[in-house]
């Protein structure tokens, strides 16, 4: 995990066996993905009722995209639902403060699937394996 120049929390994450950057919310309920990088991480989306909110914006149109695979170093979950939405706003901000645009964020579905510990003194995210 890095922070940057927003002090937000960045990690790198592979949905599909695509490697994208991410942002850290623990305030997310859901991860997300920039509605751009459809192709990019090979997802199957159908449009959501559900509107996103967040960062300053409100009442987005999204779409859904259901049985991803998401790998975060040696942690991984299949069948992985991730909301679509435009992340413009999102990416402005962050370039705006000299940071990097990110393609989505991970979220507390994730954060709680692996029993996350966030340790912010090293930067490190932990997640723990599933039995087999």
Known sequence: MTVTATNHLEIKATINGVDGRF????????????????????????????KAAGAGATDMETQLSTKNKIKI???????????????????????????????????????NK?????DYQTASLFLKKKKK
């Open 23 to 50: 942002i850290l919310d623990t305030g997310a309920s859901n991860t997300c993905v920039g509605i751009d990088k459809i192709e990019y991480f090979r997802l199957v989306s159908k449009d959501s009722e559900v």
């Open 73 to 111: 170093g040696d942690w991984k979950q299949n069948k992985l639902k991730i909301v679509l939405f435009d992340l413009v706003h999102i990416n402005d901000a962050l370039t705006n403060h000299e940071a990097m645009p990110v393609d989505g964020i991970i979220g507390a579905d994730v954060l």
């Open 114 to 118: 692996g029993k996350a510990i966030i």
